[in-house]
Protein backbone atom coordinates (compact mmCIF):
# COMPACT_ATOMS: atom_id res chain seq x y z
CA UNK A 1 0.00 0.00 0.00
CA UNK A 2 2.61 2.54 1.09
CA UNK A 3 4.54 1.38 -2.36
CA UNK A 4 1.42 2.31 -4.44
CA UNK A 5 0.92 5.75 -2.20
CA UNK A 6 4.43 6.83 -3.05
CA UNK A 7 3.94 5.55 -6.82
CA UNK A 8 0.73 8.36 -6.49
CA UNK A 9 2.50 10.54 -4.93
CA UNK A 10 5.63 10.47 -7.54
CA UNK A 11 3.50 10.73 -10.54
CA UNK A 12 1.41 13.50 -9.28
CA UNK A 13 4.58 15.42 -8.40
CA UNK A 14 5.99 15.01 -11.83
CA UNK A 15 2.57 15.86 -13.25
CA UNK A 16 2.46 19.20 -11.16
CA UNK A 17 6.78 19.74 -11.89
CA UNK A 18 5.29 19.27 -16.31
CA UNK A 19 2.75 21.49 -15.77
CA UNK A 20 4.75 24.09 -13.85
CA UNK A 21 7.09 23.58 -16.41
CA UNK A 22 4.23 24.85 -19.38
CA UNK A 23 2.45 27.20 -17.27
CA UNK A 24 4.74 29.02 -14.83
CA UNK A 25 5.99 30.87 -18.55
CA UNK A 26 2.70 31.89 -19.37
CA UNK A 27 2.16 33.05 -16.00
CA UNK A 28 4.79 35.48 -15.63
CA UNK A 29 5.42 36.34 -19.31
CA UNK A 30 1.90 35.74 -20.82
CA UNK A 31 -0.36 37.49 -18.14
CA UNK A 32 -2.43 40.99 -18.55
CA UNK A 33 0.06 43.56 -17.02
CA UNK A 34 -1.35 46.28 -15.21
CA UNK A 35 1.09 49.49 -15.04
CA UNK A 36 0.30 52.37 -13.17
CA UNK A 37 1.66 55.75 -14.05
CA UNK A 38 1.38 59.11 -12.54
CA UNK A 39 1.65 62.19 -14.52
CA UNK A 40 1.06 65.79 -14.57
CA UNK A 41 -1.79 67.75 -16.44
CA UNK A 42 -0.09 68.30 -20.12
CA UNK A 43 -0.84 71.45 -22.16
CA UNK A 44 -0.82 68.78 -24.82
CA UNK A 45 -3.00 65.75 -23.71
CA UNK A 46 -3.45 64.06 -26.71
CA UNK A 47 -0.02 63.77 -27.41
CA UNK A 48 0.76 61.43 -24.04
CA UNK A 49 -2.84 59.30 -24.45
CA UNK A 50 -1.41 58.81 -27.85
CA UNK A 51 1.83 57.70 -26.54
CA UNK A 52 0.29 55.33 -24.20
CA UNK A 53 -2.03 53.53 -26.59
CA UNK A 54 1.54 53.08 -28.86
CA UNK A 55 3.47 51.24 -26.32
CA UNK A 56 -0.10 49.17 -25.57
CA UNK A 57 0.17 48.04 -28.76
CA UNK A 58 3.51 46.97 -29.11
CA UNK A 59 3.28 45.78 -25.66
CA UNK A 60 -0.28 43.14 -26.14
CA UNK A 61 -1.80 42.01 -22.80
CA UNK A 62 0.00 45.01 -20.64
CA UNK A 63 -2.65 48.21 -19.84
CA UNK A 64 -1.19 51.58 -18.43
CA UNK A 65 -3.06 52.63 -15.83
CA UNK A 66 -2.74 56.51 -15.98
CA UNK A 67 -3.60 59.08 -13.03
CA UNK A 68 -3.20 62.49 -13.86
CA UNK A 69 -2.17 65.22 -11.16
CA UNK A 70 -2.06 68.76 -11.01
CA UNK A 71 -0.47 71.00 -13.26
CA UNK A 72 1.64 72.96 -10.67
CA UNK A 73 4.78 71.25 -9.78
CA UNK A 74 4.59 72.26 -6.46
CA UNK A 75 1.40 70.61 -6.08
CA UNK A 76 2.59 67.37 -8.03
CA UNK A 77 5.52 66.74 -5.60
CA UNK A 78 2.89 66.76 -2.86
CA UNK A 79 0.51 63.93 -4.49
CA UNK A 80 3.96 61.95 -5.48
CA UNK A 81 5.66 62.19 -2.21
CA UNK A 82 2.09 61.26 -0.25
CA UNK A 83 2.34 58.11 -2.64
CA UNK A 84 6.33 57.21 -2.22
CA UNK A 85 5.79 57.73 1.89
CA UNK A 86 3.25 55.54 1.78
CA UNK A 87 5.20 52.51 -0.06
CA UNK A 88 2.44 52.78 -2.70
CA UNK A 89 2.83 49.61 -4.60
CA UNK A 90 0.16 50.70 -6.87
CA UNK A 91 2.72 53.77 -8.42
CA UNK A 92 5.41 52.16 -11.11
CA UNK A 93 6.17 55.01 -12.73
CA UNK A 94 6.16 58.98 -11.99
CA UNK A 95 7.15 62.08 -13.74
CA UNK A 96 9.85 64.14 -11.92
CA UNK A 97 10.59 68.07 -12.01
CA UNK A 98 14.52 68.45 -12.73
CA UNK A 99 14.95 69.28 -8.76
CA UNK A 100 13.57 66.06 -7.48
CA UNK A 101 15.87 63.23 -8.13
CA UNK A 102 18.23 63.96 -4.98
CA UNK A 103 15.73 64.29 -2.78
CA UNK A 104 14.05 60.71 -3.81
CA UNK A 105 17.10 59.13 -3.80
CA UNK A 106 17.88 60.08 -0.68
CA UNK A 107 14.91 58.87 0.74
CA UNK A 108 15.21 55.76 -0.92
CA UNK A 109 12.11 55.78 -2.55
CA UNK A 110 13.45 56.09 -6.15
CA UNK A 111 14.71 53.02 -7.82
CA UNK A 112 18.73 53.12 -9.03
CA UNK A 113 18.36 52.74 -12.81
CA UNK A 114 21.94 52.31 -13.79
CA UNK A 115 21.39 48.27 -14.75
CA UNK A 116 19.13 49.78 -17.10
CA UNK A 117 20.17 53.00 -17.97
CA UNK A 118 24.25 52.48 -19.22
CA UNK A 119 26.73 55.30 -19.43
CA UNK A 120 26.89 54.61 -23.15
CA UNK A 121 23.28 55.54 -23.65
CA UNK A 122 23.19 58.66 -20.87
CA UNK A 123 25.78 60.30 -23.51
CA UNK A 124 22.77 60.75 -25.88
CA UNK A 125 20.87 63.36 -23.75
CA UNK A 126 22.25 66.77 -22.59
CA UNK A 127 24.92 67.07 -20.06
CA UNK A 128 22.78 68.79 -17.74
CA UNK A 129 19.58 67.02 -17.19
CA UNK A 130 21.84 63.71 -16.67
CA UNK A 131 23.50 65.60 -14.32
CA UNK A 132 20.41 66.86 -12.36
CA UNK A 133 19.18 63.08 -12.24
CA UNK A 134 22.81 61.99 -10.78
CA UNK A 135 22.74 61.69 -6.60
CA UNK A 136 25.98 60.20 -4.85
CA UNK A 137 27.00 58.74 -8.40
CA UNK A 138 23.97 56.58 -9.24
CA UNK A 139 21.29 57.87 -11.93
CA UNK A 140 17.58 57.85 -10.86
CA UNK A 141 15.57 59.44 -13.65
CA UNK A 142 15.96 60.03 -17.78
CA UNK A 143 14.91 62.90 -18.98
CA UNK A 144 11.78 63.17 -20.93
CA UNK A 145 12.55 67.37 -22.38
CA UNK A 146 14.78 69.83 -21.29
CA UNK A 147 13.46 72.97 -20.33
CA UNK A 148 15.57 76.61 -19.75
CA UNK A 149 13.79 79.96 -19.12
CA UNK A 150 13.41 82.11 -22.55
CA UNK A 151 12.15 85.73 -23.16
CA UNK A 152 9.48 86.28 -25.57
CA UNK A 153 8.21 89.24 -27.32
CA UNK A 154 6.21 90.95 -29.25
CA UNK A 155 8.24 91.64 -32.62
CA UNK A 156 5.46 93.49 -34.13
CA UNK A 157 5.49 96.03 -31.63
CA UNK A 158 9.53 96.40 -31.28
CA UNK A 159 10.37 96.54 -34.71
CA UNK A 160 7.47 99.85 -34.77
CA UNK A 161 9.70 101.78 -32.28
CA UNK A 162 12.85 100.71 -33.57
CA UNK A 163 13.88 98.18 -30.88
CA UNK A 164 15.92 95.02 -31.08
CA UNK A 165 15.48 92.38 -28.32
CA UNK A 166 17.00 93.48 -24.77
CA UNK A 167 20.14 92.56 -24.00
CA UNK A 168 19.49 93.86 -20.41
CA UNK A 169 16.60 94.16 -17.81
CA UNK A 170 17.13 98.02 -17.50
CA UNK A 171 17.11 97.66 -21.11
CA UNK A 172 13.67 95.86 -21.46
CA UNK A 173 11.84 98.13 -18.69
CA UNK A 174 12.69 101.03 -20.97
CA UNK A 175 11.21 99.55 -24.01
CA UNK A 176 8.18 98.16 -22.02
CA UNK A 177 7.57 102.12 -20.73
CA UNK A 178 8.22 103.35 -24.04
CA UNK A 179 5.82 100.91 -26.01
CA UNK A 180 3.20 101.16 -23.15
CA UNK A 181 3.28 104.37 -23.29
CA UNK A 182 3.11 105.46 -27.18
CA UNK A 183 0.28 102.80 -27.69
CA UNK A 184 -1.52 104.06 -24.92
CA UNK A 185 -3.64 100.80 -25.04
CA UNK A 186 -4.77 100.02 -21.24
CA UNK A 187 -5.20 96.06 -21.39
CA UNK A 188 -1.53 96.03 -22.64
CA UNK A 189 1.06 95.02 -20.13
CA UNK A 190 4.89 95.39 -19.97
CA UNK A 191 5.64 91.90 -18.59
CA UNK A 192 4.10 88.59 -17.94
CA UNK A 193 5.86 85.70 -15.70
CA UNK A 194 5.52 83.14 -13.25
CA UNK A 195 5.45 85.49 -9.84
CA UNK A 196 3.00 83.60 -7.88
CA UNK A 197 4.51 81.64 -4.74
CA UNK A 198 5.19 78.33 -6.00
CA UNK A 199 8.36 76.30 -7.75
CA UNK A 200 8.11 78.97 -10.68
CA UNK A 201 8.69 81.54 -8.25
CA UNK A 202 12.09 80.09 -8.05
CA UNK A 203 13.38 79.92 -11.15
CA UNK A 204 12.43 83.22 -12.36
CA UNK A 205 14.15 85.09 -9.73
CA UNK A 206 16.63 83.02 -9.84
CA UNK A 207 17.74 83.85 -13.53
CA UNK A 208 17.77 87.56 -11.93
CA UNK A 209 19.59 86.70 -9.09
CA UNK A 210 22.45 84.74 -10.83
CA UNK A 211 22.50 87.11 -13.59
CA UNK A 212 23.28 90.05 -11.13
CA UNK A 213 25.94 88.08 -10.04
CA UNK A 214 24.37 86.80 -6.55
CA UNK A 215 23.10 82.76 -5.78
CA UNK A 216 20.79 81.80 -3.81
CA UNK A 217 23.30 79.30 -1.63
CA UNK A 218 26.99 78.83 -1.29
CA UNK A 219 26.96 75.30 -2.19
CA UNK A 220 30.24 74.49 -0.52
CA UNK A 221 30.30 76.25 2.59
CA UNK A 222 26.57 75.23 2.64
CA UNK A 223 25.28 78.64 3.52
CA UNK A 224 22.37 80.88 2.34
CA UNK A 225 23.66 84.09 -0.10
CA UNK A 226 20.32 85.41 -0.30
CA UNK A 227 21.82 88.42 2.14
CA UNK A 228 23.98 89.22 -0.57
CA UNK A 229 24.14 93.13 -1.72
CA UNK A 230 23.96 91.39 -5.50
CA UNK A 231 21.40 89.34 -4.75
CA UNK A 232 19.40 91.90 -2.66
CA UNK A 233 19.50 93.78 -5.56
CA UNK A 234 18.13 91.73 -8.33
CA UNK A 235 15.07 91.01 -5.76
CA UNK A 236 14.69 94.89 -5.49
CA UNK A 237 15.08 95.54 -9.10
CA UNK A 238 12.13 92.92 -9.74
CA UNK A 239 9.55 94.22 -7.49
CA UNK A 240 10.32 97.87 -8.34
CA UNK A 241 10.97 97.80 -11.71
CA UNK A 242 8.90 94.27 -13.32
CA UNK A 243 6.03 93.89 -10.13
CA UNK A 244 5.57 98.07 -9.85
CA UNK A 245 6.69 99.23 -12.95
CA UNK A 246 5.63 97.56 -15.99
CA UNK A 247 3.10 94.84 -15.13
CA UNK A 248 -0.03 94.45 -13.13
CA UNK A 249 -0.82 93.22 -10.31
CA UNK A 250 -2.22 89.67 -11.11
CA UNK A 251 1.37 88.73 -12.02
CA UNK A 252 1.31 87.32 -8.40
CA UNK A 253 -0.92 85.44 -8.50
CA UNK A 254 0.38 83.60 -12.23
CA UNK A 255 1.66 80.29 -12.94
CA UNK A 256 2.90 79.72 -16.48
CA UNK A 257 -0.75 78.62 -18.13
CA UNK A 258 -1.84 82.09 -16.75
CA UNK A 259 1.36 84.08 -17.76
CA UNK A 260 1.08 82.62 -21.52
CA UNK A 261 -2.77 83.27 -21.83
CA UNK A 262 -1.78 86.94 -21.25
CA UNK A 263 0.54 86.79 -23.84
CA UNK A 264 -0.93 85.01 -26.52
CA UNK A 265 -4.38 87.31 -26.34
CA UNK A 266 -2.01 90.29 -27.27
CA UNK A 267 -1.84 91.96 -23.48
CA UNK A 268 2.01 91.74 -23.00
CA UNK A 269 4.95 92.92 -24.62
CA UNK A 270 7.60 90.67 -22.67
CA UNK A 271 6.72 87.25 -21.81
CA UNK A 272 9.12 84.69 -19.38
CA UNK A 273 8.27 81.23 -19.95
CA UNK A 274 9.84 77.69 -21.33
CA UNK A 275 10.63 76.28 -25.13
CA UNK A 276 6.79 75.10 -24.88
CA UNK A 277 5.02 78.40 -25.23
CA UNK A 278 6.61 78.92 -28.97
CA UNK A 279 4.22 76.29 -30.23
CA UNK A 280 1.27 77.98 -28.59
CA UNK A 281 2.09 81.25 -29.03
CA UNK A 282 2.45 80.84 -33.16
CA UNK A 283 -1.17 78.14 -33.15
CA UNK A 284 -3.55 80.78 -34.78
CA UNK A 285 -6.19 79.24 -32.75
CA UNK A 286 -4.67 79.74 -29.67
CA UNK A 287 -2.83 82.74 -29.76
CA UNK A 288 -3.71 86.11 -31.51
CA UNK A 289 -0.06 87.44 -31.86
CA UNK A 290 0.50 83.82 -34.09
CA UNK A 291 3.24 85.02 -36.55
CA UNK A 292 3.96 88.02 -34.66
CA UNK A 293 6.55 86.42 -31.87
CA UNK A 294 10.09 86.50 -31.56
CA UNK A 295 11.89 84.48 -28.89
CA UNK A 296 15.38 85.29 -27.20
CA UNK A 297 17.89 84.38 -24.41
CA UNK A 298 16.73 85.99 -21.11
CA UNK A 299 18.34 89.49 -20.87
CA UNK A 300 21.66 89.88 -17.90
CA UNK A 301 22.49 93.23 -15.45
CA UNK A 302 24.95 95.28 -16.81
CA UNK A 303 28.43 93.43 -16.85
CA UNK A 304 26.43 90.31 -16.51
CA UNK A 305 25.96 87.25 -18.00
CA UNK A 306 22.38 85.79 -19.41
CA UNK A 307 20.96 82.68 -16.95
CA UNK A 308 18.56 80.41 -17.79
CA UNK A 309 17.18 78.28 -14.93
CA UNK A 310 17.07 75.00 -15.99
CA UNK A 311 13.79 72.84 -16.20
CA UNK A 312 12.48 70.25 -17.49
CA UNK A 313 10.81 66.44 -16.42
CA UNK A 314 11.94 63.31 -16.25
CA UNK A 315 10.69 59.71 -15.81
CA UNK A 316 11.87 57.55 -12.21
CA UNK A 317 10.55 54.00 -11.16
CA UNK A 318 9.22 53.57 -7.13
CA UNK A 319 11.73 51.43 -5.22
CA UNK A 320 8.32 49.81 -4.29
CA UNK A 321 7.06 49.22 -7.63
CA UNK A 322 6.35 44.85 -7.90
CA UNK A 323 7.26 45.08 -11.93
CA UNK A 324 10.66 47.54 -11.91
CA UNK A 325 11.37 45.67 -15.78
CA UNK A 326 7.97 46.39 -17.16
CA UNK A 327 8.75 50.05 -15.84
CA UNK A 328 11.77 50.31 -17.37
CA UNK A 329 10.64 48.89 -20.84
CA UNK A 330 7.71 51.92 -20.74
CA UNK A 331 10.48 54.57 -19.74
CA UNK A 332 12.51 53.38 -22.12
CA UNK A 333 9.56 53.82 -24.76
CA UNK A 334 8.26 57.27 -23.40
CA UNK A 335 11.99 58.57 -23.63
CA UNK A 336 13.11 57.04 -27.01
CA UNK A 337 13.91 58.89 -29.65
CA UNK A 338 10.83 58.09 -31.52
CA UNK A 339 9.00 59.89 -28.49
CA UNK A 340 10.90 62.51 -27.78
CA UNK A 341 10.45 63.54 -31.39
CA UNK A 342 7.02 63.29 -31.16
CA UNK A 343 6.77 65.13 -28.25
CA UNK A 344 9.07 68.07 -30.22
CA UNK A 345 6.72 68.40 -33.36
CA UNK A 346 3.36 68.30 -31.12
CA UNK A 347 3.78 69.48 -27.85
CA UNK A 348 6.61 72.28 -28.74
CA UNK A 349 8.82 70.38 -26.07
CA UNK A 350 12.41 70.47 -26.37
CA UNK A 351 14.45 67.21 -26.94
CA UNK A 352 16.66 65.85 -24.01
CA UNK A 353 18.37 63.84 -27.20
CA UNK A 354 21.39 65.14 -28.65
CA UNK A 355 20.92 63.85 -31.79
CA UNK A 356 17.01 65.28 -32.92
CA UNK A 357 18.75 69.49 -32.36
CA UNK A 358 20.08 67.93 -35.88
CA UNK A 359 16.64 66.46 -37.52
CA UNK A 360 15.37 67.90 -40.50
CA UNK A 361 11.40 67.48 -39.22
CA UNK A 362 12.43 68.91 -35.42
CA UNK A 363 14.03 71.93 -37.24
CA UNK A 364 11.81 72.50 -39.33
CA UNK A 365 8.15 72.78 -37.18
CA UNK A 366 10.71 74.18 -34.37
CA UNK A 367 13.68 76.33 -36.28
CA UNK A 368 13.56 78.28 -32.92
CA UNK A 369 15.61 75.17 -31.86
CA UNK A 370 18.95 76.35 -33.71
CA UNK A 371 18.78 79.46 -31.47
CA UNK A 372 17.71 78.02 -28.29
CA UNK A 373 20.27 75.04 -28.24
CA UNK A 374 23.13 76.92 -26.66
CA UNK A 375 20.99 78.61 -24.49
CA UNK A 376 20.15 74.64 -23.37
CA UNK A 377 23.48 73.59 -23.23
CA UNK A 378 24.22 76.08 -21.10
CA UNK A 379 21.40 76.32 -18.44
CA UNK A 380 21.50 76.21 -14.97
CA UNK A 381 20.47 74.03 -12.68
CA UNK A 382 18.91 74.24 -8.76
CA UNK A 383 21.91 72.55 -6.53
CA UNK A 384 20.99 68.64 -6.62
CA UNK A 385 20.41 68.54 -2.98
CA UNK A 386 17.81 65.91 -0.64
CA UNK A 387 16.81 68.89 1.54
CA UNK A 388 16.02 71.20 -2.00
CA UNK A 389 12.39 71.17 -1.00
CA UNK A 390 12.30 72.81 2.84
CA UNK A 391 14.91 75.38 1.12
CA UNK A 392 12.58 76.28 -1.98
CA UNK A 393 9.61 76.86 0.63
CA UNK A 394 11.90 79.40 2.59
CA UNK A 395 12.88 81.23 -0.60
CA UNK A 396 9.20 81.11 -2.10
CA UNK A 397 7.75 83.30 1.04
CA UNK A 398 10.93 85.05 1.19
CA UNK A 399 10.59 86.12 -2.70
CA UNK A 400 6.76 86.09 -2.77
CA UNK A 401 6.93 88.68 0.67
CA UNK A 402 9.47 91.01 -0.92
CA UNK A 403 7.85 91.58 -4.08
CA UNK A 404 4.16 91.88 -3.16
CA UNK A 405 4.10 95.07 -1.26
CA UNK A 406 6.47 98.31 -2.71
CA UNK A 407 7.43 99.31 0.43
CA UNK A 408 8.84 95.72 1.91
CA UNK A 409 12.08 95.76 4.00
CA UNK A 410 13.98 93.71 1.57
CA UNK A 411 17.45 93.64 3.91
CA UNK A 412 14.67 91.91 7.13
CA UNK A 413 13.46 89.29 4.88
CA UNK A 414 16.62 88.35 3.12
CA UNK A 415 18.07 88.29 7.08
CA UNK A 416 15.56 85.93 8.04
CA UNK A 417 14.80 83.95 5.20
CA UNK A 418 18.92 83.40 4.88
CA UNK A 419 19.12 82.27 8.71
CA UNK A 420 15.95 79.61 8.13
CA UNK A 421 18.17 78.38 4.77
CA UNK A 422 21.39 78.16 6.71
CA UNK A 423 19.46 75.84 9.67
CA UNK A 424 18.38 73.66 6.80
CA UNK A 425 22.02 73.44 5.11
CA UNK A 426 23.56 72.79 8.25
CA UNK A 427 20.94 69.14 7.96
CA UNK A 428 24.41 68.55 5.17
CA UNK A 429 26.95 69.49 6.83
CA UNK A 430 29.64 66.37 7.88
CA UNK A 431 27.45 64.12 5.41
Given at each position: MA?????????????????????LPR??????????????????????DQAIKDFEARNPGTKV??????????????????????????????????????EFAAAGWALPLDEFFPVSEQQKFLEAPILANRYRGRVYGVPVFIDAGLLYYRRDLLAKYGFSPPQTW?????????????????????????????????????????????ALWDETGLSSSLQLASSKEAVRFVRDQ??????????LAYQEPESLALFVQGRAVFHRNW?????????????????????????????GKSVATLGGWQLGISRFSNQPRLAWKFIEFMTGSEMQKRIALFAGRAPARKALY???????????????????????????VPVYIPLSNIMQRYFSSAISLPGSDIDRLAGAAARDMDRVLDL???K
Open positions: AVLRASLTGALSLLSLLGFVLLSYGAPAELRFVSWRSDSPWVWVREIGPHSSTEFHDLVTQKLRNRDPHMDVFFMDVIWPAPELVRQARRILAEENEPQLTGYSGQFKQYEGLICNMMEYILGNGGIIWGISHRGVPYAWEVANDPKRSKVAGRVGVAALPSFPGRDADVLKKNPQFRSQFEAFTRAVPRPPLKG
